[in-house]
């Protein structure tokens, strides 16, 4: 098993200029996370899924989207990137039964130059 | 709100010395869960430990344990006998029956621990 696996593992964008990156788990788990860690502020979330086709906003929504089609991918887009949303990206999965216990892939570092 | 805060930025310790990792959470809801992660160097986070909040009781796991008190909103991490092994960024959660979902981590506290 690949666990979750993230793409890409590093990026570089200009102010404005949009991306998506992917997140993909081979657990078949239900739930998914999107979380982006700053220095000295821990881990925010982003957007989440509790399965197939649904989404719900976190802690830190605004200018990020969102899209679950399949339940083994959780795609996070940036519309119009800004410097603000310099920061690694972690996604996570869990399965309804031991929601708690999050799986993490191992992070996108992105910079918006 | 709910709110998970640890006090310690960063911790050093010498091998096979006691260290405790505090953190001290927020929340209005009744039911709640509490949890540790740990992010070694390889940046990965692994789930360490959940507790409800009708769960008080300590956890003992090897060199692991945790204290859990609602009177003073807290959740301790200790480890014992630490090892080279354990250095690594350690979070602390909280995820609010009422909030699903919603998980609220703590800033972490970076423990180095020296040979």
């Known amino acids: 098993n690949a666990g979750v696996t993230q793409t890409p593992k590093f990026r570089v964008l200009k102010t404005g200029q949009s991306m998506t990156l992917l997140c993909a788990q081979d657990m078949n788990h239900e739930y998914m996370y999107w979380y982006r860690q700053d220095p000295g502020m821990g881990l925010r979330l982003i957007h989440y899924?509790?399965?197939?086709?649904?989404?719900a906003k976190g802690e830190v929504p605004d200018g990020y989207n969102v899209s679950r089609l399949k339940k083994q991918n959780f795609l996070l887009g940036l519309e119009s990137a800004a410097p603000s949303q310099t920061s690694v990206y972690f996604c996570?999965?869990?399965?309804?039964?031991?929601?708690?216990?999050?799986?993490f892939g191992p992070g996108t570092r992105l910079t918006v130059t | 709100a709910q709110k998970v805060t640890q006090a310690q930025t960063e911790i050093s310790v010498v091998e096979k010395e006691d260290v405790t990792l505090d953190c001290v959470y927020e929340t209005r809801d009744t039911t709640y869960y509490l949890f540790w992660y740990k992010q070694p160097p390889s940046g990965e986070l692994v789930f360490l430990i959940r507790?409800?909040?009708?769960?008080?009781q300590n956890e003992i796991s090897g060199r692991y344990s945790w204290n859990f008190q609602k009177s003073t909103s807290s959740f301790n991490f200790t480890i014992t006998a630490s090892q080279v092994v354990d250095s690594a960024v350690y979070f602390c959660?909280?995820?609010?029956?009422?909030?699903?979902?919603?998980?609220?981590f703590g800033p972490g506290t970076r423990l180095s621990v020296l040979p």
């Open positions: 899924s509790v399965g197939e086709g649904t989404t």
């Open positions: 996570a999965s869990s399965y309804i039964g031991s929601w708690y216990e999050q799986y």
């Open positions: 507790r409800n909040s009708f769960d008080e």
């Open positions: 959660a909280l995820s609010e029956e009422s909030h699903g979902q919603n998980f609220v």
